[in-house]
């Protein structure tokens, strides 16, 4: 059985901003997924420019999100910015990518075996509310839905930890942008059923009460996984 914990304000905070953004979406998020799952395609080649109108118009936001997403992207590396041109794609490493994945995946295993413990039954329900989410994008073949829903799973999942600079560690630029490319680069139809799946064995271990290391564990195959994925993506770009 999951058993209800500690309760602050923190968590509290952490798990509303979770909710919000699987129920209501983000525009900046938005137009920031937009970007990362495209650009890891190859649709945009390295000092393309990324022009706002066009954005805003992709994403179905206004120039507002779209000027705050490209200011979160150029601090997470993903593209760059000069007065005489604007913003650009900028060229990805892959190997930098890789490890700011791995990094990202040892960090967050560490905030999952904290958080179980303390995870209540309304998290659970949290993260089959994600995981829907995900099956929607899926047969949609809505990218930026999919990475949305799955960055929400993983918030969820981590939202009790008790560490504050663990969870602060997982937010930071170039961590943060590398948890979104593992979930832009899994809508693929060689990854994307497998990730739904090993989302629903989380959820299992859950219930079932598991050991807080076991499913700490798990969380770091899927991860591991993912960045396998994203290892074929790169090969083939």
């Known amino acids: 059985m999951v058993t209800t ?33 495209r650009h890891l395609r190859g649709e945009y080649a390295p000092g393309d420019k990324l022009v706002i109108a066009r954005l805003a118009e992709a994403t179905g936001v206004s120039a507002v999100p779209v000027r705050e997403a490209l200011r979160r992207l150029e601090a997470d590396g993903i593209v760059e910015y000069t007065h005489q041109r604007g913003f650009r794609a900028r060229s990805l490493d892959p190997d930098e990518v890789v490890e700011a994945l791995e990094a990202h995946g040892a960090i967050e295993a560490v905030a999952v075996a904290l958080a179980v413990p303390r995870l209540g039954p309304e998290v659970v329900v949290g993260l089959r509310e994600a995981n829907a989410l995900m099956r929607t994008a899926v047969a949609d073949g809505d990218e930026a839905g999919f990475a949305e829903a799955s960055l929400a799973f993983h918030r969820r999942l981590i939202s009790a930890c008790p560490n504050r600079y663990i969870r602060q560690a997982l937010e930071q630029p170039g961590l943060r942008g590398a948890a979104l490319r593992a979930a832009a680069v899994v809508l693929t139809p060689e990854r994307s059923e497998r990730v739904l799946a090993e989302h629903d064995e989380v959820i299992a271990a859950l219930e079932a009460g598991a050991d807080p290391e076991a499913i700490a564990r798990m969380v770091s195959r899927h991860r591991a996984a993912n960045v396998a994925a994203y290892r074929l993506v790169a090969v083939r770009s």
């Open 5 to 37: 914990g500690r309760s602050g304000r923190t968590r509290d905070s952490t798990e509303r901003e979770a909710h919000r953004v699987v129920a209501t979406g983000d525009k900046t998020e938005r137009v920031y997924e937009h970007v990362v799952a």
